[in-house]
Structure formats: C-alpha cells, structure tokens
DNA sequence: GATAAAACATGACAAAAGTCAGGTTTACTG
DNA sequence: CAGTAAACCTGACTTTTGTCATGTTTTATC
C-alpha cells in the first residue's frame, strides 16, 4: 500500500479544479482529505447511499454503473487517475445518483462536501471547471442516448472499443493498443448481452480488426473501426469521458 | 403575435436562474436581451451553428434533437414556457451540440452569452442553478441509457408517454390527461420505427391503458402504464426535464 | 367544403439480438 | 502446481423489432 498523498506534491489530480489554490490551501485541503485504498472489485459508494462529498482518483481505475430494476448494470463511464468523481453531492443531491466500484486496486482521496463548498466560496474559478465539466458529461450522454438508439450491436462494439481505446491510453487510440476487460462489462457498456459481444469480438477477429489474448483485446485495425462506428471524416472520436 | 415581453414583470421566465437580480439589473436585461415570435416547425438554432447567448422560452414549446450519421432525429428533451435552453455558450462550446425546434407557436427572448456571463460575474448564485440544472439532465440522460439498453420497446413507450404527459401538464401526470404530438415524434424520443409505436399504441388502446382521438392520445390507466414502465413502489417518475 | 398532403394503420417478411444449454479455456488461490 | 471458480465460447432456437409495401384516415389550406 503506497503512502498518503500530498496535495502540494501532487502530479495527479485534476489541476484544473485546484490550479487557483494558494500554498497555503493546498495544504489545509491536504490535511482536510482523506485518502484511502481499495482492492480491485471493491465500491467506493453505493447508488441511493448518502453523498458524502467528492472524490479524486489518485491511482487506479473506477467505474461507474447504475442498475436497472431488474439487476442488470450498466456502466455509465470510466474513471481513470487525476480525475474528480462523486459529484451527486455538488449537484444538490442528498444521495448518489450511481455506483462507483473500483476495477483495479486503487488509491481514492476524499473531500468533504461542505470543505468542497467552502472552496468554491473562495475559489469561484472552480465554478467554470465544474459547469464544463458537467457539459461535456452531458454531451457524452446525449451522443450515447443517439448511439444506443439508432445504432446496432455491432457498430456499438466498435464505438466502444475506439472510446476505451482513447480512455485508457493517454496519447491517445493508436493500432496495436491493448485494452483489459471482461467481456460482461463490455456488455454492459455497450448495452447487450455478454453472448453478442463474444461473437462479434470472434468476427471482429476473422475481420482482422482486433486479435484476442484471453481477456486482452488488441486493437489491429483502428481505420477500419473507425469506420465501423461511423466516425467518418465529419466528427472525431467522441471525447473519452463517456 | 405579441407584444415584446418584458422582463420585469414576466411572470414566466425561470426564477431560480433570475430570482436574486436587482430591478435595476432586470430592466438593463430587459432592453438587451431580444425576443422573436417563431412558428411552429421553424428551427431555433442548428446543431454545429455557432453559439451565440441563451434562450428563454416566453410561450410555446420546442423540441431539442441531434441527429444521427443517417439522418435520423433522437429527441433529447423539450422545453416548456420559462424554461432556458441552448446553454452550449455557456458550456463552453463555441457551437451548438444540439438542434433546437419550435413545435409550437413560440416567442423566445434570447440573451447575449457575454451579458449572461457579466450576469454571472455579479451574481454567482446563478453557477449554482446552473450546476444543479446540468445535474439533473445529466442524471435524466444517464436514466434515459439505461431505458434504452435494458427495456424493450413496449416499456419504453409507457415510460415515454408518463414522462411527457408529467412535463406537459404542471400539475402532475393524471388520468385523461392529454398529449399531442405526433408519433413519429414519440418514434424519435422512445427510439424505434414509427410503425412499431403505432402497433404498441393500437395495443395500449385495446388493453384501455389510452384512448386514442386522430393524433391526441388521452391517457386512461397511468396506473397501469407505470406498473408496465418499471415505475413501481421504489422510483418515482423521472424528473420531467428528460 | 373540396383537395392535397401528411399522418396513421396494417400485413408480410427479414434481420437482429436475446435466451438457454452445453461445453472449454483461463486465471486465481491455497 | 493442483483444483476450482470464473470467464469465455458455440450452437439452436425464439422473440423482438425493423423494413417495405399498400391502403386509409386526418388535418390543413385555399
């Protein structure tokens, strides 16, 4: 387990929440946070749960999922180091609004609501982050509510891939980048059922568009992808926030 | 058409973004902001058209939709008199991400995004409306995606029919309540062929959950339809903004 | 109130994707 | 490194929904 971070040393959380911070705050939100560590497959918070306050990943990855009434999930988005999570709190919600559970062993920093709202008393800088923030989410999730309704299961699969792919690789979706989940979250994200996504994986496969290691999926072929899920020319890969 | 709506004793416009101005301050937004009579079918603004201010419904109602690689039209959600829409300037985007439609007779005040954004500078509280607003969109949409990857059709359309019904009468959603609007454009919320509402609706009628008059649908048993929605005991009918 | 256009309706068929059941491989744990 | 659980895979079948074609009703406009 690594030590406790240091807001003042930090290299990882989202500057552009904090970047306006005097020293001197830092450090009192340094002091004011919690940090605490989660073993891959354990939440962080429960839908329905108390919000509590924010959160910033500090190392590993998290994903969030709602459940539907009949228990099937369905992962809303990924969170990967740097960024804040929990915003139910900031939104005037009494109780989250989605389950986060940790996918990999991670390192999570807690902020209290009403420390986080004090600082946006002083800091209203933290305002525009948060509203842009909230506006590119809400973009995401109109462009996915187009995606689920129009498209099929294959050209999600594709859109999706493209998405992680970009997500999860810092300089971005490149050909032969490795992407590291079961195909039921795969299904989860995209929609359908784990079945589907295995034989349209097996295709992608015999199409020569990704190749198969276990549960490691290689991306060969991110043109043709590309193309796959519409991302023709006119628009560029959706940002990975989605 | 009507006379040039004033800001000052509008009763209609949305308190809650404009509550704390000074009357100083709403005769100033009062004389720079425009209003403009649209009829139904006109478009307001088109997606990836430059975003110039915010809108604010005086009367009528709009329809706001993307449209897909196909050209086919998703609803995202309608507005209703005094709400605000077009917030894509203040988000940030220099374009719209989103088509806006009258679907009705309409007047529309629109304000400048530099003078909201002065508006903002004196009056934070306004980021605060702002955020809880994006939040519940955001939470609409993410509730929208679960519909659309777990619920067939038949479901979806009861859930569609309560949710619309509850936007359009402020009241609340009630028996023989009614709703006019095409089903093509019921097609384009609930995501599906428009034959396939048709035949769904032709079944609802015969099980008396609605009455259909030509184009009004009258609905007869909300009981029922939320039972068939999934709306039962635990969740409450969505948030009308979606 | 006649006429045209749009919206609505229905049937037949095809395609997409889900479900269930049975196997195999992979990955984790003691 | 053996054993076990979880993940992955494949086939057969069913259901849901979309598409296309054609006809009827409603609504709007002159």
Chains 1, 2 share one sequence.
Do not use: W
Not at 138 to 152: F, G
């Amino acid at each position: 387990m690594k030590a406790r971070p240091e807001c003042l040393n930090c290299n990882v959380f989202d500057r552009s929440y904090f970047s306006d911070l005097e020293n001197s705050d830092l450090e009192i939100l340094s002091y004011e946070k919690s940090a605490s560590f989660y073993k891959a497959g354990q939440i962080v918070f429960q839908e329905d749960g108390r919000a509590m306050g924010v959160y910033c990943l500090h190392s590993g990855k998290i994903k969030l999922y709602k459940v539907d009434t009949d228990g099937r999930e369905q992962i809303i988005r990924f969170v990967t180091s740097g960024e804040l999570f929990g915003y139910s709190s900031i939104l005037g919600s009494r109780f989250n609004l989605i389950t986060a559970e940790a996918i990999e062993d991670s390192v999570i920093c807690f902020i209290d609501r009403s420390f986080f709202s004090d600082l946006i008393l002083k800091y209203p800088g933290i305002n525009k982050t948060l509203i842009s923030s909230l506006g590119s989410m809400l973009n995401d999730a109109e462009d996915k509510i187009i995606s689920l309704a129009h498209k099929q299961v294959r050209e999600r699969l594709a859109e999706a891939l493209l998405v992680l792919c970009r997500k999860f690789h810092p300089g971005g979706c490149k050909d032969n980048n490795v992407l590291q989940l079961s195909r039921e979250d795969l299904a989860n994200i995209v929609g359908s059922a784990t079945e589907t996504i295995i034989r349209l994986l097996s295709e992608f496969r015999e199409e020569g568009l990704v190749e198969i290691q276990g549960r490691r999926i290689i991306l060969r072929n991110t043109r043709k992808l590309k193309k796959l899920a519409g991302f023709e020319g006119i628009k560029s890969v959706p940002h990975a926030s989605s």
